[in-house]
């Protein structure tokens, strides 16, 4: 049977591609389980990147409905602890994370992209959150981070309004870092991926953690986040060696 969760090296990358074309890679608990061992595998954890991908015609189409149709309160519960805190795990994971979008990115697969860092989308991308239209809402961090990113009027259009919005508008709103031509958010978030691994990996690292966390934290709390993790930094081999070499670009040119 194949593997719901691909996992393959592509440079300094490593390509989780949700593997259930069949079915628009609908989101299972399967599939989350597998996510989570991928997430916790030596290649993704070595890698300087992840990218998060989909087999087929979409990056997913969402949750497993006939999994959520089946959930009593002590079954959701269970849910969060056993694989439904995946999304917290993506967003957490110290390496960058980009979503590589392409056809269907609804419900419970926009949670997973807005998870990533960076979301790449191509021109055949289809966003949406149908979670209130199923007497429900996007529970899987979709609420706090569309807000975080695209403000709370325009998340509740979003939510309430819009049933589904094209990648051009994604893009305006910012929950793009590019968008892409048909067949193009794979190679283009390989790229990007390049580019980031090209930078110094634990101030990579730190920088992500920063970003992260003065997004909910008082300006006084930032300020010392910054001097601490800068502070150390600059102590490390990676920041001499950078330096130095900057030092020797500048001499030369």
Do not use: W
């Not at 998340?155 to 709103?173: I, S, T, V």
């Not at 992260?212 to 010392?224: I, P, Q, Y």
């Amino acid at each position: 049977m194949p593997d719901l969760v691909e996992l393959r090296r592509e440079g300094s990358a490593c390509v989780l591609v949700l593997n259930r074309p069949e079915k628009l890679n609908a989101i299972s608990a399967a599939v989350e389980r597998e996510l989570l061992d991928a997430l916790d595998s030596e290649e993704a954890r070595s890698s300087r990147c992840i990218v998060l991908s989909g087999a087929g015609r979409a990056f997913s189409a969402g949750a497993d409905l006939n999994e959520i149709s089946r959930q009593d309160p002590d079954g959701i519960a269970a849910y969060y602890r056993e694989t439904g805190d995946v999304y917290e795990r993506v967003a957490a994971f110290p390496q960058p994370v980009i979503a590589a979008i392409h056809g269907y990115c609804l419900g419970g697969a926009l949670e997973l992209a807005l998870a990533a860092d960076f979301r790449v989308a191509d021109e055949t991308a289809v966003f949406g959150l149908p979670e209130v239209a199923l007497g429900i809402l996007p529970s899987s961090g979709g609420t706090h981070r569309l807000v975080r990113i695209a403000g709370p009027a325009r998340a509740k259009e979003l939510m309430l309004l819009r049933e589904r919005f094209d990648a051009g508008e994604a893009l305006r709103l910012g929950l793009l870092t590019e968008l892409v031509e048909e067949g193009k958010a794979l190679s283009c978030a390989l790229e990007l991926a390049e580019r980031i691994a090209a930078l110094p990996p634990l101030a990579v690292s730190v920088t992500k953690q920063a970003a992260d966390l003065l997004a909910e934290s008082s300006r006084e709390t930032g300020v010392a986040f910054e001097r601490i993790a800068y502070g150390m930094l600059a102590q490390t081999n990676e920041a001499r060696e950078a330096t130095q070499a900057f030092a020797r670009r500048k001499r030369g040119g």
